[in-house]
């Protein structure tokens, strides 16, 4: 059983930063892909970025050139790093782990921008 704890979220302001991070645990060698997901109020949830264990990245559009994933050498946890966000960001983000073909959530974060 995989376990996926995510920190990081906030209140930042249009224009500013935020690192999310999630730690991963139980079950953790049948993980092949890590990434972020986000929900805003009213809307459905939708791909962030997602990486591979290999290192392939994939990012939506909207954030593409702003948000940066990467994970750490021993794959266990994912990081998120948010420049130049905009209120359009807005939403609880979600820590996502596929592991044998078995989709993982986290608890989700908040990342408010105020602009």
């Known amino acids: 059983q995989v376990q996926l704890v995510e920190s990081g979220g906030g209140l930042v302001q249009a224009g500013g930063s935020l690192r999310l991070s999630c730690a991963s645990s139980?079950?953790?060698?049948?993980?092949?892909?890590m990434g972020w997901f986000r929900q805003a109020p009213g809307k459905q949830r939708e791909l962030v970025a997602t990486?591979?264990?290999?290192?392939?990245?994939n990012y939506a559009d909207s954030v593409k050139g702003r948000f940066t994933i990467s994970r750490d050498n021993a794959g266990n946890t994912v990081y998120l790093q948010m420049n130049s966000l905009k209120p359009e960001d807005t939403a609880v983000y979600y820590c996502?782990?596929?592991?044998?073909?078995?989709?993982?959530w986290g608890q989700g974060t908040q990342v408010t921008v105020t602009s």
């Open positions: 996502y782990a596929l592991a044998i073909s078995y989709p993982y």
């Open positions: 139980g079950g953790i060698f049948s993980i092949n892909t």
């Open positions: 990486i591979t264990r290999g290192g392939s990245t």
